[in-house]
Each structure stands twice: as structure tokens, then as C-alpha cells.
């Protein structure tokens, strides 16, 4: 690694370590912030710091008793800020796209390291804006589910469930589902076919439009494993690190999915585009071919959340079933049962960004915002609790991560309005450079 490589990974594994994170742990788990290491570089200082394990054992700064002894060893030793500021001052000598791009990164580093500085009562409150301007790139505002509601209402009545029944919109929503329920207890054999059903359609409708060289990357080498008890809906972990026997990567990745998940069938399919393919383990698998090739830097390898890198990645996951099928609008996609389960994941995210706005940007409480999110974006009890609770109130995720969704998914829907397939999906997936939600502007107006 060279010395700007060396500041983004101390930089990035650093801030992880704060927030309890183990980009090692092959499960969600114990992952966090940094989202994967597959360069086979040695790990950083940040990462291997004797401080470092006690970090990620007790939870960092997100347990409910903070280890501060260990902190205060670990931060005399490791300086984050001095490596987010080394990245700034190698990135200036980069080319335009690699520079700006990692100007990005630290200021979303930034954010995250002050955020942590906040939980730990030695530093100022980082305002609401600032933390979703720096994972955005813009502003926080509220989402506006009116339409996307309206259109499921509208598709209810045709599959033979009236929202002017009593319980309304709502019950309809519950019906819907009820009858077509995902059963947890066969979501690995379930998981496969939906996820060949997805690349046989990502082969015909992306594929076409990339380098000839990434269609020999496997695009969903993953397993699917349910989970008890997580606070999370899912949690893809790209893994990246197993060789093959001429040390080829695999592009191995898993998603653990929350055994207690209630899900149609029309939304699994949305989830496994989503989180597999063409979603996230493409958009990773593609990234890591990029850099073996030497076409990305080291910063593709140790890809990181909360962050306008991922912003752009949550933003192809929500459009990924639209480009499977290599269609623009929800309305075009073949089946009415598939338009109201992307409708619906279209509207959890929605209410992801209006947890994030209501808890940090009004001030609401959790059960004011859980009523809301049920009400108003038709999610799950159980998706409105975790939303307005685990997730939302989270000091870091609740006020960088949860907006990211929706910025991301309106970005790239409108990005693909606008450019024909063959330009806008190679500047995606990373094919001219790796981009952010910011970035991507500088590739397809250049």
C-alpha cells in the first residue's frame, strides 16, 4: 500500500473500531461501518491496535457501558483525525474524479468521528444537517409517500383487496401480504431460485451494457442464512477474501435475513435484487474485479456505510429490479403483485428517511414516529419499531444512514430517466471510475 492507501484504511478501520465494528467478522453481527476487506493488504494499525479488540468486544462507542479505558488507550495511540487528514491532503494530488471522491469519504469520515467524539461527552452535538449533507449531499427533508400510497391503494383493489373496506389501506396491505408470506423456514432453497431468476434477467438486461470483461465475474456467489433476534431486517456481508486454486477471487458474500421477518413474496424478490443481484453483491463483486484488474484504487476494497459511496450503492439496490428487467418505472415491470411488492420496499425506505427526519430533524418520540411510519407508509409493526427504535434513534445510523435510501434510490431513478442504459449503467457499477452519489454527476455531464 502507498501512503494515501495506508491513511484510508487506517482512516476507515479506525472509525469502525469506534463504533464496535469487525469488518473480519464474516457475520452482520459484528460488522458495522466498514463493509468489507478484500485487497489482501495487511490490516492497519487502526484495525490491529491490542485497544482495538476490546473496542469490538464491548461494542465501541455504541455499548450501553463504554469501555473508556480502552478508548483512552486506543486514541492516544491511533490518530484518526491525522489519518482523515492525510487522506485529504494524498487525494489533492489525484486525478479529478479519484479526488473528489475521496474528499467525500473524509467528510463523512469526519462526521462519524465526531459523532463518536459526541456519544463519548467530550466533543459539541454535530447537527442533523451536517451529518445528512455529508452521507447525501443534500439536504434533510421528508418524504412524500402520497403517490407510491395511492398507486398500492389502486393495485389492492385489482388483486381483490378494497382499501374502502373496513381497516382501510392497512388491513388491505396485512391481507395482501398474509396471503403471500415468505415461510423463513425455506428462505435458503427459496433464496436460490429467486436469485437465478434475477441473474438470468441481469444477464440479459445489464450485462449487455458492461465491459465485456465483468461477464465471467460471478454476480451472486451468496448463501442465504436466517437469523434470530437481529435488530436488523438483513444484513448482506460481502466477504471478497476466498482464492481460487491460480488465486483468482471468488467474489464470495453471505445475507443473513431476520428469522422473525414478515415478508410477501412479491418483496422477497425486491430484497434479493436488491441485497444479491443486481443489487449490492454485484455492484461489489464488480468493484473488486475493477481493482485485481487495476482499473479502481484500494478505496473500492474497503467500501464503507453512512457515506455518499454508499448512498449511490443503496440507490442502484432499490432500482436493481428495475434494471434487471431493463425497465425505468415501477409500472412497467410484468406483474401487478411485483409493482405492489416494490411499491412497499419503495415506501420502507421512505419511512426509513421520515424516521431519520422526525427523530433527529423534529425531535419526535419513538412511539409518535412508529405510528407514523405504520400509518403513513404501510410498513409491519415489527419494521416500524425497528425503524423509529433500533435504527432510528441510533446516533450514528439514524442520522446518517437512514436518509441515505431514499436520496440514493431518487438519484439513480432519475439518472436512468435521463441517460440511455449503455451510458448510465457502466458509470454505476463503478466501469469509469469509482463514483459516489455526488461523483456519478462528474462521469455523466463530463
Known amino acids: 500500500m502507498n501512503q494515501l492507501d495506508l491513511y484510508v484504511a487506517d482512516a476507515v478501520l479506525g472509525i469502525d473500531t469506534l463504533w464496535g465494528g469487525d469488518v473480519m467478522n464474516p457475520s452482520g453481527t459484528g460488522r458495522f461501518i466498514a463493509d468489507s476487506w478484500f485487497s489482501d493488504e495487511p490490516l492497519p494499525t487502526a484495525y490491529t491496535h491490542p485497544a482495538a479488540a476490546l473496542l469490538r468486544q464491548s461494542g465501541g462507542v455504541g455499548a450501553k457501558e463504554i469501555d473508556r479505558a480502552a478508548f483512552d488507550k486506543y486514541l492516544r495511540d491511533v490518530n484518526l483525525p491525522a489519518a482523515i487528514a492525510g487522506l485529504r491532503k494524498e487525494a489533492a494530488s489525484c486525478p479529478a474524479l479519484r479526488r473528489a471522491y475521496l474528499e467525500g469519504l473524509a467528510v463523512s469520515l469526519d462526521v462519524m468521528w465526531d459523532l463518536a467524539i459526541e456519544v463519548l461527552g467530550k466533543g459539541d452535538p454535530v447537527p442533523y444537517t451536517r451529518a445528512v449533507e455529508a452521507s447525501t449531499a443534500k439536504p434533510p427533508e421528508p418524504s412524500h409517500p402520497e403517490a407510491k400510497r395511492e398507486r398500492v391503494a389502486e393495485l389492492l383493489g385489482r388483486a381483490g383487496h378494497p382499501t374502502s373496506q373496513s381497516g382501510g389501506i392497512l388491513a388491505a396491505v396485512d391481507a395482501w401480504r398474509s396471503e403471500r408470506v415468505t415461510p423463513m423456514a425455506s428462505v435458503q432453497a427459496l433464496g436460490q431460485a429467486v436469485i437465478a431468476h434475477f441473474d438470468a434477467l441481469s444477464a440479459k438486461n445489464l450485462v449487455p451494457h458492461l465491459p465485456p470483461e465483468l461477464a ?76 485485481v484488474r487495476g ?65 433527529w430533524g423534529e425531535g419526535r418520540e419513538q412511539r409518535e414516529v412508529a405510528a407514523t411510519l405504520r400509518r403513513d407508509f404501510l410498513v409491519t409493526e415489527e419494521r416500524a419499531n425497528k425503524l423509529s427504535g433500533a435504527w432510528g434513534r441510533h446516533p450514528l445510523l439514524g442520522r446518517m444512514y437512514l436518509p441515505a435510501y431514499r436520496a440514493g434510490t ?25 463514483v459516489d452519489i455526488e461523483t456519478i454527476d462528474q462521469v455523466l455531464n463530463g
Open 295 to 359: 482499473k479502481a484504487g484500494f478505496e473500492a476494497t474497503v467500501l464503507t456505510m453512512n457515506t455518499r459511496a454508499a448512498t449511490l450503492f443503496e440507490g442502484i439496490a432499490n432500482n436493481a429490479i428495475l434494471i434487471a428487467h431493463g425497465v425505468t418505472e415501477v409500472a412497467e415491470l410484468p406483474d401487478e403483485d411485483l409493482q405492489i411488492g416494490v411499491l412497499l420496499a419503495l415506501l420502507q425506505d421512505d419511512a426509513k428517511n421520515q424516521s431519520s427526519y422526525l427523530t
Open 216 to 291: 465471467a465475474v460471478p454476480r451472486a456467489n451468496i448463501n442465504f442464512m436466517p437469523i434470530k433476534d437481529a435488530w436488523f431486517s438483513g444484513s448482506m456481508n460481502y466477504i471478497g477474501r476466498a482464492r481460487t486454486a491460480t488465486g483468482a477471487p471468488e467474489y464470495e458474500a453471505s445475507y443473513e435475513i431476520n428469522a422473525s421477518l414478515q415478508i410477501s413474496y412479491p418483496e422477497f424478490e425486491q430484497l434479493v435484487s436488491h441485497e444479491v443481484v443486481p443489487g449490492h453483491v454485484t455492484t461489489f463483486a464488480y468493484l473488486q474485479d475493477l481493482y
Open 410 to 434: 431518487d438519484k439513480v431513478a432519475a439518472l436512468r430517466s435521463k441517460h440511455p442504459a449503455a451510458k448510465v449503467l457502466p458509470a454505476l457499477y463503478g466501469c469509469n471510475g469509482l
